[in-house]
Structure formats: structure tokens, C-alpha cells
């Protein structure tokens, strides 16, 4: 069976500062995919970004950066230099091609950026 | 329209009615997802389409929920005879053929009071 684990359930940091959101996944299959949503108040889910699992090379995307680590089985999603607009709750979530095509989610990180 | 579309986007109801909630995907997307996120559940999935077909309804938490697609498009969500651990907030997707990522909209908020 598939689980994502998100051990943060709340963070709040001040504007500006760097902040990691862990993601911990599990699955016996070889073959994967990783993704990060992001929840802002407006309820939306909004897609981030999917890995699957043959791929480890990390991702930045202008302020977003993602750390895939097999070895771990960690997801790490990380903003740097964070702005108010950042607030939201983020999802981590796991799914397997080609078998029910459903996506496991985290219980999701709320995370507060305070100006 | 640009995103998928879910309709209301909130509704209460009395306990015992049943309720419909619709959902449009994006155009051109050919399996659509219905998930529930409910506090202390989180995300939970509850069916899924592949075209008109539903190959998993392993979610579906009773036999008072039932979903169906026509035209390889809209799809509605049923709950008969609703119950107040129903109320939360039901969120569908949808997925273009080929690429493994689902597209999200802004669900439908239930309250059963």
C-alpha cells in the first residue's frame, strides 16, 4: 500500500525566510510519481510540480525547489525567500502509473508566511 | 472554460435529502477524478472515469454516494439521503490523455445540517 506522510502540520515564518516542507513517501512499486499541490483559501488545488521515480536530479523553479532522495524516500519542497502570498496549505502526494490512477495525498502542511 | 469547473460551489442541505454536484472538466480531458477532503481525513479519493466507464469505485464510502460521466464530459456526484459525516468539501480533476498529472477545481463545500 501507498502512504505520504507530512509530519509538519503547521509552520509560520516571518516574510523573507527560508522554509522546508518534509514529504515522506511509501510504496513497494519501482515505478512512481511525486507531486506537490498547493491549497490556497480560494480551496483550488493547484499542481506544482511531479517527479517520478527514475528521475532524482533536483528542480528549482524560481523560487521553489524541489529534493528528491530515494535512499530516504523523502520529497522535500523548499521556498526560499518566502512572500505573504506564500500562505497556503501544500500537499504532497504519490501515485502509480498504469495501476488505479488515483492520487495518495498527504495530510498537507499549512503554512503561514507572516509580513 | 480554462480550468475545470464544479457547481455549486456550496450548498447546505438537510439531513436526510439527497444532493447532486456537478462537475466540468477541462475540454479534451478524458479521465476525471472525484476526491473528498474532510479535517482529520484530509484527501480521500472516491471514484474515478476513464471516459464514460468508472474502473475504480473503491472509494465511494457508502452505497448512498454514486457518480456518473455521460459524453465523456460532465460528471455528476449523487448522495442520497445525506448524513451529516457528509459534509465536507468534494473536489474534482481531470487529466489529459497521456500525462500523469490531474488538474483540480475549486470543489463544492457540502454542509448537511
Known amino acids: 500500500a501507498q502512504k505520504v506522510t507530512q509530519a509538519q502540520t503547521e509552520i509560520s515564518v516571518v516574510e523573507k525566510e527560508d522554509v522546508t516542507l518534509d514529504c515522506v513517501y511509501e510504496t513497494r512499486d519501482t515505478t512512481y510519481y511525486l507531486f506537490w499541490y498547493k491549497q490556497p483559501p480560494s480551496g483550488e488545488l493547484v499542481f506544482l510540480i511531479r517527479r517520478n521515480s527514475f528521475d532524482e536530479q533536483n528542480e528549482i523553479s524560481g523560487r521553489y525547489s524541489w529534493n528528491f532522495q530515494k535512499s530516504t524516500s523523502s520529497f522535500n519542497f523548499t521556498i526560499t525567500a518566502s512572500q505573504v502570498v506564500d500562505s497556503a496549505v501544500y500537499f504532497c502526494?504519490?501515485?502509480?502509473?498504469?495501476?488505479?490512477?488515483?492520487?495518495?495525498f498527504g495530510k498537507g502542511t499549512r503554512l503561514h508566511i507572516l509580513p | 472554460g480554462a480550468g475545470v469547473s464544479q457547481s455549486p460551489s456550496n450548498k447546505v442541505t438537510e439531513k436526510g435529502k439527497d444532493v447532486e454536484l456537478r462537475c466540468d472538466p477541462i475540454?479534451?480531458?478524458?479521465?476525471l477524478y472525484w476526491y473528498r477532503q474532510s479535517l482529520g481525513q484530509g484527501l480521500e479519493f472516491l471514484i474515478y472515469f476513464q471516459g464514460n466507464s468508472a474502473p475504480d469505485k473503491s472509494g465511494l464510502p457508502s452505497d448512498r454516494f454514486s457518480a456518473e460521466r455521460t459524453g465523456g464530459s460532465v460528471s455528476t456526484l449523487t448522495i442520497q439521503r445525506t448524513q451529516q459525516e457528509d459534509s465536507a468539501v468534494y473536489l474534482c480533476?481531470?487529466?489529459?490523455?497521456?500525462?500523469?498529472?490531474?488538474?483540480f477545481g475549486a470543489g463544492t463545500r457540502l454542509s448537511v445540517l
Open positions: 480533476a481531470s487529466r489529459p490523455p497521456a500525462l500523469d498529472i490531474q488538474y
Open positions: 475540454s479534451g480531458h478524458t479521465a
Open positions: 502526494a504519490l501515485s502509480v502509473p498504469n495501476r488505479d490512477d488515483k492520487i495518495i
